[in-house]
């Protein structure tokens, strides 16, 4: 399951990973996004992939406890892409930062009840800071210790060979 899918690829490469087999399915919040992710799955050709409108901050019961992976690559302030989307330092200030945190714990403390025991849930974000990143996996492994994190890794521009991002991934004891 992946939460927050728009525009899909994190979710198409999980399918792909499945050569055909298992269900992977991608929501996000609208519409609109949804039709995003149908683009790219009818573009992918993959058969073992869906997409729907649902909004992860809705518990959804009929998925409790029933993925084996849950994909939270959920929105952040994108301070790790700041390179490629310049317009982001105009929209982003502390109090919209201190907002982002709030939401991303609001999912999480939602989404983590998908997972099923021996399960995996990953975290991710587009940024580099850390009350988004590393203090939001401490806060998630205080709040749910039925969760083990096995690893994390914050990526940084310039330092990586890659854009800023942060990972990191629990699994269900």
């Known amino acids: 399951l992946d939460v927050c899918g728009a525009p899909g690829g994190k979710g198409l490469h999980a399918a792909d990973l499945l050569h ?11 519409d609109y996004k949804v039709s995003l992710i149908e683009e790219n799955i009818a573009r992918s050709g993959c058969t073992n992939v869906s997409a729907c409108a649902f909004d992860a901050c ?11 992976v849950v994909i939270a690559d959920l929105p952040c302030s994108g301070l790790g892409v700041l390179g490629k989307k310049t317009d982001l330092k105009y929209k982003m200030n502390p109090d919209t930062q201190e ?21 995996k849930l990953l975290y991710s974000t587009c940024t580099i800071h850390r009350a988004e990143n590393q203090e939001n996996a ?28 942060y990972i990191a991934e629990f699994v269900r004891k």
Not at 20 to 30: A, K, L, M, N
Not at 99 to 119: A, D, F, T
């Open 138 to 165: 401490a806060w998630f492994s205080e709040q749910y210790p039925e969760f083990e994190l096995v690893r994390e890794r914050q990526f940084l521009p310039g330092v990586d060979d890659s854009d800023g991002f």
């Open 20 to 30: 055909g087999t298992g269900q992977v399915e991608i929501r996000d919040v609208s």
């Open 99 to 119: 907002e982002l945190v709030h939401l991303q714990r609001e999912i999480l403390s939602v989404v983590h009840r998908y997972v099923k025991s021996g399960g």
């Open 58 to 68: 809705e518990f959804d019961a009929s998925m409790e406890q029933k993925a084996d």
